[in-house]
Nanobody, 122 residues
Framework: QVQLVESGGGLVQAGGSLRLSCAAS????????MGWYRQAPGKQREFVAT???????NYADSVKGRFTISRDNAKNTVYLHMNSLKPEDTAVYYC????????????????WGQGTQVTVSS
């Protein structure tokens, strides 16, 4: 079993910054890709950014140049540094892991955190 716990959300003015963190715990030998998704009220959940175990990152066009994803493999933690925030970035942000290799060397797929609210005021 794997648990993801997010932190770092909050209320910020437009143009401000926030850093989200997501720590994975449980039966983990290694983690493949970690990422962030978000869901605004009345909208579907959308991709924000991902980072592979090797450090390769990918971003949604809407956040490129403003958000930076990083991870600390030793801590099983992924971060999302958000700069130049806009009101349209307001959403619940969810951490995701696509699969982990458990300590028994089984692949276990698709984990989500509980979400953290980010609100950007204009």
């Amino acid at each position: 079993q794997v648990q993801l716990v997010e932190s770092g959300g909050g209320l910020v003015q437009a143009g401000g910054s926030l850093r989200l963190s997501c720590a994975a715990s449980g039966s983990i030998f290694s983690i493949n890709t970690m990422g962030w998704y978000r869901q605004a009220p009345g909208k579907q959940r959308e991709f924000v950014a991902t980072v592979t175990s090797g450090g390769s990152s990918n971003y949604a066009d809407s956040v490129k140049g403003r958000f930076t994803i990083s991870r600390d493999n030793a801590k099983n933690t992924v971060y999302l540094h958000m700069n130049s925030l806009k009101p349209e970035d307001t959403a619940v942000y969810y951490c995701n892991v696509d699969w982990v290799l458990s300590i028994t060397l089984r692949k276990v797929y698709d984990f989500w955190g509980q979400g953290t609210q980010v609100t950007v005021s204009s």
